[in-house]
């Protein structure tokens, strides 16, 4: 099992709908999780940290599953400037923090 | 507060050749990571820097090196290029104060290529 896996998509969505992408990661002691965004050919930037207790911003709600070692990024009323590609990144411990290879998503008009 | 400045932008180099990648970390930010990420991959790790030096590696063989300045400043070199060296080379800075970790600050990168 990878140690942090994600759906490559592409997820194509139109305008206005709800999407939602999940990230696995295979260690337990995983310490703190992140989700970035990045656009093509840029870099990527933080988009919100995941918190236990789940977290929200706007549009956007992050949550965390420590049983089934996962999290979840949704976003609501999507925007087409939501197109790009989306890092799930985790924090293993010891300064190991590692990204997944991303979930493209395509917000269609 | 500045920004992760990386230079140069974009680079192309021969096979065999060796080049230097410069970043400038965050106002604040005393750790420095690089990492590389070919086309439609997510960024590897390649090494941390932190208080001048390596505090931690990936998969990554030793013609990879790399150097932190006391002003928190880091280079990447890459020796005897290989063409599968080509890639986007992302430099990330945080802060690291025991086990707490928030999150990096990402250049905008260096793209190699390698003909």
């Known amino acids: 099992r990878k140690e942090v896996e994600q759906d490559p998509g592409p997820f194509n969505v139109p305008e206005g709908a709800t999407v939602a992408f999940n990230c696995t990661y295979s260690?337990?002691?995983?310490?703190?999780f992140f989700w970035y965004r990045q656009d093509c050919r840029k870099e990527p930037k933080l988009l919100m940290s995941v918190y236990s207790s789940g977290n929200e911003d706007g549009r956007f709600t992050a949550q965390l599953n420590r049983a089934s070692q996962y999290i979840s990024l949704l976003i609501r009323d999507s925007k087409l400037s939501d197109s790009a590609t989306y890092l799930c990144v985790v924090n293993g411990g010891s300064d190991k923090i590692i990204f997944g290879k991303g979930t493209r998503l395509h917000i269609l008009p | 507060e500045t920004g992760v400045t990386q230079s140069p932008t974009h680079l192309i180099k021969t096979r065999g050749q060796q080049v230097t990648l410069r970043c400038s970390s965050q106002s604040g930010h005393n750790t420095v990571s690089w990492y590389q990420q070919a086309l439609g991959q997510g960024p590897q790790f390649i090494f941390q820097?932190?208080?001048?030096?390596?505090?931690g590696r990936g998969n990554f063989p030793p013609r990879f090196s790399g150097l932190q300045f006391p002003n928190y400043s880091s280079e990447l070199n890459v020796n005897a290029l290989e063409l599968d060296d080509s890639a986007l080379y992302l430099c990330?800075?945080?802060?690291?104060?025991?086990?707490?970790?928030?999150?990096?600050?990402f250049g905008s990168g260096t793209r190699l290529t390698v003909v």
């Open positions: 260690n337990s002691a995983s310490q703190s």
């Open positions: 820097y932190y208080r001048e030096e390596e505090n």
């Open positions: 990330a800075s945080s802060f690291t104060a025991g086990a707490n970790w928030n999150g990096y600050t």
